[in-house]
């Protein structure tokens, strides 16, 4: 099972400081040089976002996951038909660099598991003949709230020409399992043993490209209140909050500043034994959500295609 799970992806961006100020209003903590910017959950001891500055607009650089079998990995990802590369300018020649059939980068690592969080407090809804609460308020006065402040990195999902040719690729070559999709439209993929129902999914656009990270948060009033507060403060468009079907997660996307979207994601299904999880083929109208708003209008816009709109 070579892909145990996501560790981080890159970007090259015009503005590093477009990009500090939006990441730590989505409550993550920033390092940066002024060449390059480093994101990170608060309690994690490694980065899952990474910012290259001085690029004309912004682009995917590499994904990043942390894996074992690297052995294995080199050698299917030839017959899966894409190439084994040498670190890219500026990164360590550890692990090892993989090219898919469309250009994309993917480093896989070896490196231990993340401590666990600290498990949050249970979500609790009272409901009819179901009463858990009583003699006390669920939610208090909305400042006595801190911020919301992610818990680790879920997944990111990412542009590409053909759909179910990167899915053969991150399966074939990556060791991952298609968990479900909606035609060639849009794919999910995890990693086999104790994962989120995805790690890497796959949207059909004109090119390769990426289209949003999802941070995990605790609980639904979480995805919520962090959404309203970062889009508040982004000025950009949001879309949420409202509930995926593919991987049944809430959901509220904020906009980045290069039209690509953030995620906070609560409650989403887990796959603790991908040989027990048989994927499903969902129709268009699943392909979106199960419940929320109307999508804005450049949500499924690929702008490291087509920079206009
Ligand atoms: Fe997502």
Not at 93 to 116: I, S
Not at 261 to 285: C, K, Q, R
Request: one cysteine or more; glycine letters at 10%; a negative charge.
């Amino acid at each position: 099972m070579p892909v145990l799970g996501p560790l981080s992806y890159t970007l090259e961006v015009p503005s590093l400081d477009d990009g500090i100020r939006f990441y730590t209003d989505a409550g993550l903590e920033a390092e940066s040089d002024g060449k390059v910017a480093r994101f990170r959950c608060t309690g994690q001891e490694r980065d899952s976002i990474i910012l290259i500055s001085g690029a004309s607009k912004k682009r995917l650089h590499h994904v990043a996951l942390r894996a074992n079998g690297l052995d294995k990995i080199a050698a299917d990802t030839a017959t899966a038909g894409g190439s084994v590369i040498t670190a890219p300018d500026g990164f360590e020649e550890d692990g090892l660099w993989v090219r898919d059939p469309h250009g994309v980068v993917y480093h896989l690592v070896e490196r231990p598991a993340d401590a666990a969080p600290a498990a949050g407090e249970s979500f609790e809804i009272n409901g009819p003949c179901r009463i858990i609460r009583t003699r006390r308020s669920a939610i208090k006065p909305s400042g006595q709230y801190p911020p919301v402040r992610p818990i680790k990195l879920g997944h990111v999902l990412l542009f590409t020409p053909d759909v179910m040719a990167s899915v053969r690729f991150v399966t074939e070559a990556l060791g991952m399992g298609l968990t479900d999709h909606a035609q060639d439209v849009v794919a999910f993929t995890c990693a086999r043993k104790d994962s989120d129902h995805h790690v890497i999914a796959f949207a059909k656009s004109a090119g390769s490209g990426f289209h949003h990270a999802s941070f995990q948060v605790n609980d639904p009033d979480e995805v919520g209140r962090g959404g309203a507060a970062l889009v508040a403060k982004s000025g950009r468009g949001d879309w949420g909050f409202g509930r995926h079907t593919v991987g049944s997660n809430f959901f509220h996307y904020i906009q980045d500043p290069w039209g690509s979207w953030f995620e906070y994601y609560a409650d989403m299904d887990y796959i603790d034994d991908y040989a027990l999880w048989s994927p499903t083929n969902y129709g268009p109208e699943d392909s979106m959500a199960n419940w929320g708003p109307k999508l804005p209008p450049d949500f499924i816009h690929n702008y490291e295609v087509d920079p206009g709109c």
